[in-house]
């Protein structure tokens, strides 16, 4: 049998994470229907096919790294006629906790095995192999692919049964977007009430206050010199890509009658903010809670 990969989605992040199966010795046909993308993947040393049928029938696995549930489910039902029995199907997509079942389910009654597995660590995890993976399906399953994941990825969890990768994803993007959406009310209250933004860093971040918003990815410029502020609210993690994931948590939360006001809140003032500011990094979102509050822009 194949030990090639298919892999389909050959984007910000299919592209790196792509990258590093070839570097670490596998055979990896890949499909993009964007060119640029498509000369990328050619460079970085991927056999590059002109169908995704045709990545899949000569592959024992197959990895998509697709930017919606819908194109996943589209791409599933064109491929799943190509594979050998018994490939194994790994989406790395974030997407609904519903597609994602709808997916496997698809792959496991054509005969084949199903994981979900999106990743947490953005474009420079991808490109560096330090992605988080979180991984949801059969056990068997998450073994025959997790020497894979590892060469992609830093840390792999096996959260459970389909569905439960995702699952873990929308839950912890749910509280950074909460986290950072407070944390912003918390600076702009500081700035009106005479707080520098040092100062209120050096207190915070050993206080109980602190959090990774706060710590890693300040979203002013100053403490933490790396963090996006810096660098004119540049990505990073983009405003749309938070809102589509506070989108999917709110699904979840009321497919689930999940009493989660804040949840659905901070989904609420990310699309607003994400009418106007779609490419900039997540954190600007103190930028407009600034404007909104009648002050100057101060960052
Ligand atoms: P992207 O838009 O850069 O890449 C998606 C790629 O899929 C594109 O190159 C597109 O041409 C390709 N594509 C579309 N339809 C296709 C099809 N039918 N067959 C094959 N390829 C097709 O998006 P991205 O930033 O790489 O994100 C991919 C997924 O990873 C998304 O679900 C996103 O939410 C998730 N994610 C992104 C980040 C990030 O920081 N960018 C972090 C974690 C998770």
Redesign the pocket.
Known sequence: MSTAIAF???????GPMAANLVQAGYEVLA????PA?RRQARADGAVVVDT?AAAVSKSAVVIT???TGY?VL??YREVLVSAAPGTLFVD????DVADAVQAAELAVAQGHRALDA???G??SGATAGTLTFMVGGAAPDFAAAQPLLEVMGGQVVHCGGTGVGQAAKICNNMMLGISMIGLSEAIVLGEKLGLSHQKFFDVVSTASGQCWSLTTYCPVPGPVPASPANNDYRPG?ATA?MT?DLGLAANALRDNGVDARIGLLAAEIYQRFNQDQSGMDFSAIVTDIRKRSGEDDKA
């Open positions: 389909l989605g050959l984007g910000h992040m299919g499909y993009d229907p964007v993308a995704p790294m697709l930017p194109t589209e791409v790395c997509s974030t997407i999106p990743v947490s953005g474009v993690f890509l589509k």
